[in-house]
């Protein structure tokens, strides 16, 4: 994270939603399917200058019966 903001690159989640590292209030992952083990383990790194127009990160519960990941949805 550290080289990358270096480099005028930063975390687009980390960005939006102005929260730290290992802070994370949304979810990407969850162990064995299950809502009460989740982790914020997915990440998007873009430059500084490259603003998203749109940023979601749907509803475990759409996802879950698929993956243990939910996707990280971002339009540029």
Request: hydrophobic share 35%; proline share 4%.
């Amino acid at each position: 994270v550290e080289f990358l903001a270096r480099k005028n690159i930063q975390s687009v989640y980390h960005s939006i939603f102005q929260e730290k590292h290992g802070e994370e209030s949304k979810k990407t992952f969850f162990l064995y399917r299950s809502v009460n083990r989740g982790f914020h383990i997915d990440y998007c790194f873009a430059s500084k200058d490259l603003a998203p127009k749109n940023f979601v990160i749907p509803s475990s519960e759409d996802w879950l019966s698929s993956s243990d990941h939910v996707p990280i949805i971002i339009d540029f």
